[in-house]
């Protein structure tokens, strides 16, 4: 086994070199507005691009978290699978996780805990070269840095199983949850916005039937964590929403982004 989950998409989807990743989320937080509601952050819906596209989005949700909760003490990163076929979901059971700035130590008690009680969970480890999940990792370590993580990728799964696994991880209030999506893909600008407004109403009503028609490469742990908020009565705070199109020019294919933060109103 591997001792580290190694950094796959470092110098892709974000920098390899940690001043020049700091400078990128120093310059989101220069941008970052006052933000006007109060919550109690349990769980994040952040996007995964390249940083240039979505960075600032998913920022939001991080620096929001970060300035309401300074007892986070884990962090359970779930995404799709882009690369490979998967049966359930992987977790990983590495030591570490490389980011630029530094690694990351994986709570692999937890994450053998976890794997114990449910049966769709198992251990790939081609599995773990996944943007959706990665991409989150140094925004952890920038904004938490004495959490621990658990990294999962699922692939061949019921929203209802993963809604279970999030049920569980809500047990310690000091465990944050962060489901890795982007919106819709390859539209034009126009029909982007109409299909994902759908989608961003669906989560700021905690809707599970509008959702089924939500267009998100992660809406399947949408629905989970949206499951899971209804149940624990959690409250949905829309943070912002954009499309590649602000950053490359091109309205005639774009893809969709958007952050929330869930949790109980204080």
Do not use: W
């Amino acid at each position: 086994m591997h001792k580290y989950r190694k950094a796959s998409v470092a110098g892709m989807f974000y920098p390899d070199n940690c001043s020049e990743l700091k400078h990128y989320i120093s310059h989101f937080d220069k941008a970052t507005p006052t933000f006007t509601q109060d919550l109690f952050p349990r769980a994040l819906i952040v996007p995964h691009a390249g940083y240039i596209y979505s960075g600032y989005t998913a920022n939001l949700a991080y620096a929001y978290t970060a300035s309401r909760r300074c007892d986070i003490e884990r962090v359970v990163v779930i995404g799709p699978s882009h690369r490979v076929y998967i049966a359930g979901a992987s977790i990983a059971f590495f030591d570490a996780y490389h980011t630029p700035c530094g690694d990351i130590t994986i709570d692999l008690s937890y994450a053998h805990a976890l794997q114990k009680k449910f049966a769709f969970l198992d251990f790939h480890p081609n599995a773990h070269e996944e943007h959706s999940t990665e991409v989150q990792m140094p925004f952890i370590h920038h904004y938490f840095k004495k959490a621990n993580v658990v990294e999962i990728v699922y692939g061949d799964i019921t929203y209802g199983e993963l809604s279970s696994l999030i049920n569980e991880v809500l047990k310690d209030d000091k465990t944050l949850i962060v489901i890795s999506t982007d919106l819709s893909h390859f539209h034009t600008e126009e029909e982007a916005n109409r299909r994902d407004t759908f989608c961003i109403n669906a989560i700021n009503t905690l809707d599970l039937h509008a959702l089924e028609n939500c267009e998100a490469c992660g809406k399947l742990g949408v629905k989970a964590l949206v499951h899971s908020a209804r149940l624990h009565a959690f409250k949905p705070y829309f943070l912002d929403y954009r499309t590649s199109y602000a950053r490359s020019g091109d309205a005639s294919r774009v893809v969709g982004y958007t952050s929330f933060v869930l949790g109980c109103a204080t």
